[in-house]
Each structure stands twice: as structure tokens, then as C-alpha cells.
Antibody
Framework: QVQLVQSGAEVKKPGASVKVSCKAS????????MHWVRQAPGQGLEWMGR????????NYAQKFQGRVTMTRDTSISTAYMELSRLRSDDTAVYYC??????????????????WGKGTTVTVSS | DIQMTQSPSSVSASVGDRVTITCRAS??????LAWYQQKPGKAPKLLIY???SLQSGVPSRFSGSGSGTDFTLTISSLQPEDFATYYC?????????FGPGTKVDIK
């Protein structure tokens, strides 16, 4: 079955970096986008960016530009999200989500149809 | 960035009730809208995409409508497993943005 398995919880100090992995199985990894979404405690969902696993091309939210790097290793069907210069307000659950492409005449987009269980990242001194 | 708003922010309802949640985009997004359900401690689940298309495996009591800037998620007969928080999300442009969520709880 289609699933995304994320790496385990992390505890980091302010200023450090964290790298979260997301291993895909049950589908062709390069045929779908991979999004990263985070959720701070008690808060809503915040989109961070997406990667095209086929080309490696990325789209990042302006808020995270310069701090986030999304990469992939197609040989092991795994996507990565690295966030640097961590602050306490980066404490959140980080989700990866597959982006399923929808095409209509003259336009296309994608929707997050399969999600990982989330990785808790705690930033604390 | 496109801002997404939802109303109400919370709703108390009983099993069997019809529940309607509204989502508004700050600018036109055609039909590029999704609805997600999230239960405490769990990842979001895609319910509706392209404003009105039911995701595979989602019960038919869920339906979506709208285009442009105004959208609606309707649960025709609320079931015990539907008590959760619901988010809309625009897929028209970057950055993707979510609404603040609507919590559906037990009356």
C-alpha cells in the first residue's frame, strides 16, 4: 500500500539544523510531488514547500527561503527537508505529503493525498 | 499570498445533523481547492479536491462546492467519527495556504 514513513522525533538547540526524512513506498516516487507542511502545538497547518522528485525542482514558501532545503534520493525513494538556524518557534510536527497531480484543460495543480505520520521537532535550549 | 478564511471557527453539532463549513479565498482560485480532516494527534486526511471531487474512500456524506472565492464543505449526516477539525487549502498558486480550521465537536 502507499505509505510515507518519516524519521523519528528530534530535539535541537536554537541555532542548530534538523533534517527530516520521508521514505515513500507503494508507488512510483518520481511520479508525484512531495510537500512539507508543519503544525505548531495547538495551531493550524503551514505549508513550507514542495519538491519534484523527478527533477529536483523546488518551490519554497517565502517565509522559509534561505533556511529550508528540500532534497531527494531517488535510489531509495526518500525525500528530505532540512531546516537551519532553528528557533523556538520552529517547534512543531513536520509532515511530508504526496502531491497527486490533477490536470484540467490549460491548467494543472496537485493535492496532498497521502501523508506521513509526522515528525516532532522540539527546539529548546 | 492568497489568504484563506473559514467560518465558523467552531461548531457544535449532534450525530445526524447537517453541517456546513464555508471557506473564502482573498482572490479567485478557480476550483483549485481542497478540504482536509484532521483528528487530534493524527495527520490530515484529504476529503475533497478540485472543490467538489470526492477523494477515493471518503464517504459520500461529504461534499464540496464552489468556485472563484467562495467554497463550502457539507457533511450531510454527521457521524461520530466526523468530529474533527477541517481545513481548506488553495492549490491555485504558491505559497499553498490553508484556512485556520473549523473544529466540529459534540453538542
Amino acid at each position: 500500500q502507499v505509505q510515507l514513513v518519516q524519521s523519528g522525533a528530534e530535539v535541537k538547540k536554537p541555532g542548530a539544523s534538523v533534517k527530516v526524512s520521508c521514505k515513500a513506498s507503494g508507488y512510483t516516487f518520481t511520479g508525484y510531488y512531495m510537500h512539507w507542511v508543519r503544525q505548531a502545538p495547538g495551531q493550524g497547518l503551514e505549508w513550507m514547500g514542495r519538491i519534484n522528485p523527478n527533477s529536483g525542482g523546488t518551490n519554497y514558501a517565502q517565509k522559509f527561503q534561505g533556511r529550508v532545503t528540500m532534497t531527494r534520493d531517488t535510489s531509495i525513494s526518500t525525500a528530505y527537508m532540512e531546516l537551519s538556524r532553528l528557533r523556538s518557534d520552529d517547534t512543531a510536527v513536520y509532515y511530508c505529503a504526496r502531491g497527486d497531480i490533477v490536470v484540467v484543460p490549460a491548467a494543472m495543480s496537485d493535492y496532498m493525498d497521502v501523508w506521513g505520520k509526522g515528525t516532532t521537532v522540539t527546539v529548546s535550549s | 499570498d492568497i489568504q484563506m478564511t473559514q467560518s465558523p471557527s467552531s461548531v457544535s453539532a449532534s450525530v445526524g445533523d447537517r453541517v456546513t463549513i464555508t471557506c473564502r479565498a482573498s482572490q479567485g482560485i478557480s476550483s483549485w481547492l481542497a478540504w482536509y480532516q484532521q483528528k487530534p494527534g493524527k495527520a490530515p486526511k484529504l476529503l475533497i479536491y478540485a472543490a467538489s471531487s470526492l477523494q477515493s474512500g471518503v464517504p459520500s456524506r461529504f461534499s464540496g462546492s464552489g468556485s472563484g472565492t467562495d467554497f463550502t464543505l457539507t457533511i450531510s449526516s454527521l457521524q461520530p467519527e466526523d468530529f474533527a477539525t477541517y481545513y481548506c487549502q488553495q492549490a491555485n498558486s504558491f505559497p499553498r495556504t490553508f484556512g485556520p480550521g473549523t473544529k466540529v465537536d459534540i453538542k
